[in-house]
């Protein structure tokens, strides 16, 4: 059985559970009551269906934790036969599983939860709650168990996959930011002293004419060459954004690109001031792939970037009103979209992309926001649309 197939079949399970436990309340409720809308015989006969037909485990303790029911086919997975265990303590069968003694004592005390489970090398979800009698006092715990191991073993797998990519993109980041300052600190600096030397030859009033055009001729060249190599550092990794914040980083960007189709306005209502790097550097890296995606298929006029801080969420909106296009037409090859879904979801966030021919399109994240000196969790909790 793959892992999808032991995700489909958790729903399913999950499906009758909720179908068992309208079940179950129907059987306890009073004489009278209007959840009593079928005769008992057919909702015993439901019960049982669902317990003889599907891998989960149906238990009940009494009040002193003596179990007094206890079916399913799921037992055989616990090396029991359903009713083998009637009448032993759960505490002596399984008093030594973390979490189950406080679980019984927390049921027992009128309490209803789930939790999740580690008994003889599965993995349960467990769902409970306590029972009463006519008078309200608790006289016991039902509940009701599933095996969710294969979906416990792909969701391990996974959270492994996510934290290699999270290495993978610290390192990568870190590999930029080093080549930026090798850029930096060598050949714009050598450059930036060629083009001074240059230009100081130019003050002199003997040179001759010719001599001056190729040496004018010189110095522009050098010149557009520490332009273009201080734009790939900027690139690369803008130092802005290591010493002044993300914030910074982003007007930088948008400075850089004046005077450009499309124009680009922006508005930030954060409350935070510098957060974790790896955070700052995916929030730059995802409005900079959008602000590129902008100008290089959008044609239009304007756009806006949008950072709104909502308790500790941080969303990002990046929009134009250019042609549009129809997001279900574009192919896994257009690394760009796909980048900024990757980014997001790695960090625990989600990225929505909206668009439609003619109708211009927004590039929506949200992020969970980090401040600085707290360690950032690579984790799976956001989606991808």
Same mark, same amino acid.
């Given at each position: 059985m793959t892992a999808e197939d032991s995700v489909k079949t958790r729903d399913e399970l999950l499906a009758e559970l909720r179908q068992l436990r309208r079940q179950v309340a129907e059987l306890h409720a009073?004489? !009278? #009551?209007? %959840? %009593? %809308?079928?005769?008992? *015989? #057919?909702? @015993?006969?439901?019960?049982q269906m669902i317990v003889a037909n599907a891998p989960i485990i149906v238990f009940a303790v009494d009040r002193a934790g003596t179990i007094t029911f206890s079916e399913g086919q799921g037992l055989e997975r616990l090396g029991w036969k359903p009713g083998e265990l009637l009448g032993q303590a759960v505490l002596d069968v399984y008093g030594e599983v973390p979490g189950v003694e406080e679980e019984l =004592?927390?049921?027992? *005390? *009128? @309490?209803p939860g789930t939790v999740r489970l580690k008994l003889g090398g599965l993995v349960l979800e467990v769902w409970y709650t306590p029972l009463r009698d006519q008078g309200g006092e608790v006289v016991g715990v039902a509940g009701m168990a599933i095996d969710v191991t294969g979906h416990e073993r792909a969701e391990k797998r996974l959270r492994g996959g996510q934290r290699l990519m999270g290495q993978m993109l610290q390192s990568h980041e870190r590999d930029r930011r080093l080549i930026a300052y090798e850029i930096h600190d060598g050949l714009v600096q050598e450059a930036t002293a060629a083009l001074m030397q240059l230009q100081s030859v130019l003050q002199s009033r003997h040179l001759p004419s010719a001599v001056r055009e190729e040496v004018q001729l010189a110095a522009n060249l050098v010149g557009r060459s520490v332009a273009q190599a201080r734009e790939l550092i900027s690139g690369l990794r803008p130092p802005i954004l290591d010493e002044l914040g993300v914030v910074a980083a982003i007007e930088y960007l948008i400075e850089s690109r004046a005077g450009e189709r499309p124009s680009v306005k922006l508005t930030t209502q954060v409350q935070f001031d510098r957060l974790d790097p790896l955070l700052e550097a995916t929030i730059y890296r995802i409005v900079q792939g959008a602000i590129t995606n902008v100008k290089r298929h959008s044609q239009s006029d304007r756009s806006e970037i949008r950072l709104t801080q909502v308790g500790d969420r941080l969303q990002i909106e990046v929009e134009d009103w250019g042609i549009g296009f129809d997001p279900a037409g574009v !192919?896994? #090859? %257009? =690394? !760009?979209?796909q980048g900024i879904r990757e980014r997001a979801r790695l960090l625990g966030g989600r990225a929505v992309i909206s668009s439609a021919p003619g109708k211009g399109t927004r590039v929506f994240v949200d992020l969970p926001v980090v401040p600085a000196l707290q360690e950032l969790a690579i984790v799976n909790s956001g989606s991808m649309e």
């Open positions: 009073p004489p !009278g #009551d209007d %959840r %009593r %809308r079928a005769p008992l *015989g #057919d909702n @015993e006969s439901l019960v =004592f927390r049921a027992l *005390g *009128g @309490e !192919g896994k #090859d %257009r =690394f !760009g979209l």
